[in-house]
């Protein structure tokens, strides 16, 4: 099943989201690693060129995660989950699927105001142009604050995301995260509105 249903999710979304799960972290720690080699520049150099060919791969995957996500259906909360946890559970992925496209761009943001101009070619394949921003030291610095701030709340976010499904399925022992993995959940567990 390609789209969702009201009881899971469909094979798109599952994928989208682990992928884009996956290249976050991948990229979160490669940002924490490209400011622990500050003492070897051509290293660090080779990490950037990474980190930004990876960051316009997960800012494409997760448009398309965004774009997919307004185009269907959710499935709808557990019949025994609360509705303030249900209500905090869409908050947090909206704000989460938001932060995937917001961190990503502005990375882009970041080598765009560079007075540096350095090319940004994604995996040595293909040039990604710069935004038309205006270059200066101090934007350059205020984009990477807001970059790295940004990506650090995010990260944080996505660990009491992942913390939550997992005591939802260890502790409460409900579907919650088997959803995400592609299982059906049965009309009994369905929410009933």
């Given at each position: 099943m390609l789209r969702n249903s009201h009881t899971s999710y469909g094979t798109v979304a599952i994928v989208l989201h682990w992928t884009i799960a996956l290249l976050?972290?991948?990229?979160?720690?490669?940002?924490?690693?490209?400011?622990?080699?500050?003492?070897r520049?051509?290293?660090?150099?080779?990490?950037?060129?990474?980190?930004?060919?990876f960051g316009f791969l997960l800012l494409a995957l997760a448009m398309t995660r965004f774009a997919w996500s307004l185009s269907g259906i959710r499935p709808l909360p557990l019949a025994e989950m609360p509705r303030w946890e249900a209500a905090a559970a869409r908050t947090a992925h909206r704000l989460l699927l938001t932060l995937t496209v917001i961190v990503p761009f502005a990375g882009w943001m970041i080598a765009s105001t560079s007075p540096l101009h350095i090319?940004?070619?994604?995996?040595?394949?293909?040039?990604?142009?710069?935004?038309?921003?205006?270059?200066?030291?101090?934007?350059?610095?205020?984009?990477?604050?807001?970059?790295?701030?940004?990506a650090y709340g995010a990260?944080?976010?996505?660990?009491?995301?992942?913390?939550?499904?997992?005591?939802?399925?260890?502790?409460?022992?409900?579907?919650?995260?088997?959803?995400?993995?592609?299982?059906r959940v049965g009309r009994a567990q369905r929410h009933s509105q």
């Open positions: 976050f972290s991948g990229q979160i720690a490669l940002g924490f690693l490209t400011q622990a080699v500050a003492d520049p051509r290293l660090q150099f080779d990490l950037y060129q990474w980190h930004k060919s090319p940004s070619f994604a995996f040595d394949l293909v040039l990604v142009p710069d935004l038309p921003l205006e270059r200066s030291d101090a934007i350059e610095a205020f984009w990477s604050r807001t970059h790295a701030t940004l990260a944080l976010l996505a660990l009491a995301h992942a913390g939550t499904a997992i005591h939802h399925h260890l502790i409460r022992g409900d579907h919650t995260l088997v959803r995400m993995l592609g299982a």
